[in-house]
């Protein structure tokens, strides 16, 4: 049986187990070629929406850069369910959308940030702080509006939709053929160098927060660890970009802190439902 099956786990409850993939199925290779054509399609609609609209792209306000910020995640996430059905059937589980015990996941979550900011602590010691403008790049000071829809972009949304593509389908393709160290490595350097638009100073302690959430999906057999850890690393980037008030960002990360520990306690638990037999 191949890595990327043992590292996905048996499937959650009620749900019937799938035959064991192929070695063909989920190739190293299908990730990055779902990336890029996410990336071309999404340039491809954004050149619509400007000809559509005549925005200017020089100085492009605030609902242009959430579209195509939404563009985007919306690639991401429809890219990773088309390319991986066009492979196999699609299983909640094998994205790592299944329960895992409940100590188990917040010890390797907080094991993980922890080590994740004392690497940026040595990062910022050694090379200086890293510069992001990603807030500044969705138009998120431009209006109160801009900024609760980056509030939303930023905790909610982005955590779920990169875990599912990034740790869920990408790091899963490399794991069908690759050994735990390697798949989290090239997996947490193409994460990091995505971001290279919003900070080059930053992709580098990117790389390594990519390289742990690999980690994390691989310890716990689950993605909703990494979903919690994303969205709370991006509820500090959130208080510190913005000028939002700390409170309110830090009660916006815990709605969605709680969502994720509820949604496996609940979700994917639906017993199979009877066979109809012929009359």
């Known amino acids: ?15 019937p187990p799938a035959a064991p993939p192929r070695e063909q199925e989920w190739p190293p290779w299908l990730g990055f ?3 890029f054509a996410v990336f071309l399609v999404s ?14 792209v020089d100085d492009t306000p605030a609902w242009f850069d959430l ?29 790592g959308l299944r329960a895992t015990p409940f100590v188990r996941a917040i010890g390797w979550a907080a094991l993980g940030m922890v080590v994740f900011y004392l690497s940026a602590a040595l990062w910022v010691a050694v090379v200086g702080a890293p510069e992001q403008s990603t807030a500044e790049d969705i ?11 980056a509030g939303v972009m930023f905790i ?3 955590p779920v939709v990169e875990e599912m593509f990034f740790r869920g389908f990408f790091y ?3 794991r069908s053929r690759l050994p735990t160290g390697w798949a989290a490595l090239i997996c947490g350097v193409v994460f990091g160098a995505i971001h290279f638009g919003s900070g080059a100073s930053a992709v580098p302690i990117l790389m390594v927060l990519g390289v742990i959430f690999c980690l994390v999906r691989e310890k716990t057999g689950s993605l909703y660890p990494c979903i919690g850890m994303h969205a709370f690393n991006n509820t500090l980037a959130y208080a510190g970009q913005t000028d939002v008030p700390v409170g309110v960002a830090l009660a916006l990360g815990a709605v969605m802190i709680a969502i994720i ?7 994917w638990r639906r017993p199979p439902q009877p066979t109809p037999t012929a009359a």
């Open 1 to 15: 049986m191949i890595q990327g099956y043992r590292m996905a786990g048996p499937p959650p409850h009620g749900e």
């Open 33 to 35: 070629a779902t990336l």
């Open 43 to 56: 340039q491809l609609a954004l050149g619509i929406v400007i000809a559509a609209t005549g925005a200017d």
């Open 67 to 95: 579209t195509a910020a939404v563009i985007l995640q919306s690639g991401l996430i429809g890219g990773a369910l088309i390319a991986a059905r066009a492979i196999k059937p699609l299983h909640p589980w094998q994205f």
């Open 139 to 149: 138009g998120a000071e431009e209006s109160d509006l801009a900024l609760i829809a």
């Open 156 to 158: 909610y949304i982005a």
């Open 172 to 174: 899963g393709s490399l």
């Open 261 to 267: 520990c509820l949604v496996p306690r609940f979700a």
